[in-house]
């Protein structure tokens, strides 16, 4: 699942999870952010599965845009 990650005008990074809509994360330094989504998106996938419902095929967990 790939990540988008840009920093904030106020200085906070935020990381967006592109293939779970609405799976993002605020965070203090870039590693903090990213960590935050892959906990959240990995939360998201565990629910998914426990509830029956699809998730997206994952040729890799995670990807970090450049």
């Known amino acids: 699942m790939k ?3 840009e ?9 967006d999870v592109t ?6 994360a605020y965070g203090q330094t870039r590693a903090d ?3 935050k989504v892959k906990a959240l998106a990995l939360r998201v996938l565990a629910d ?3 509830h029956g419902e699809s998730i997206p095929d ?3 967990v ?3 845009a450049a």
């Open 62 to 64: 995670f990807q970090v």
């Open 48 to 50: 998914r599965l426990e």
């Open 58 to 60: 994952l040729a890799e």
């Open 19 to 24: 293939d779970l809509g609405g799976v993002m």
């Open 7 to 15: 920093q904030e005008v106020d200085g906070r990074w935020i990381a």
């Open 33 to 35: 952010a990213i960590a």
């Open 3 to 5: 990540i988008e990650i």
